[in-house]
């Protein structure tokens, strides 16, 4: 299983990104999707998750301004992030748990700076 993550890029405050992270390899059912980020120097945190049956989770840094959602025909899971803020700035990683495991993406830089 690899998954590849895209959508980063440089944003000014107030703006809006969409990350997009899709699995490719063999048949599977993926149970809980999400994002994480990490910036330079401290430990990866949890920005959002969203289980099979939809349910969601937020840190509250991005509660009412990041939207998490998937495709399961796509086997893809997205970050629609508003209002972007200059703490928003770190590397986002996606993850997928497949089976009792946990599969990480390559990470994708946002930056939001003006």
């Known amino acids: 299983v690899q998954l590849q993550a895209s959508g980063g890029g440089l944003v000014q405050p107030g703006g809006s990104l969409r990350l997009s992270c899709a699995a490719s390899?063999?048949?599977?059912?993926?149970?809980?999707m999400g994002w994480y980020r990490q910036v330079s120097g401290k430990q990866r945190a949890l920005v959002a998750t969203i289980t099979s049956g939809g349910s969601t989770k937020y840190a509250d840094s991005v509660k009412g301004r990041f939207t998490i959602s998937r495709d399961n025909a796509k086997n893809t899971v997205y970050l629609q992030m508003n209002s972007l803020k200059p703490e928003d700035t770190a590397v986002y990683y996606c993850?997928?748990?497949?089976?009792?495991?946990?599969?990480w993406g390559q990470g994708t830089q946002v930056t939001v700076s003006s």
């Open positions: 390899g063999s048949a599977f059912s993926i149970d809980v």
């Open positions: 993850l997928m748990g497949i089976v009792g495991s946990t599969y």
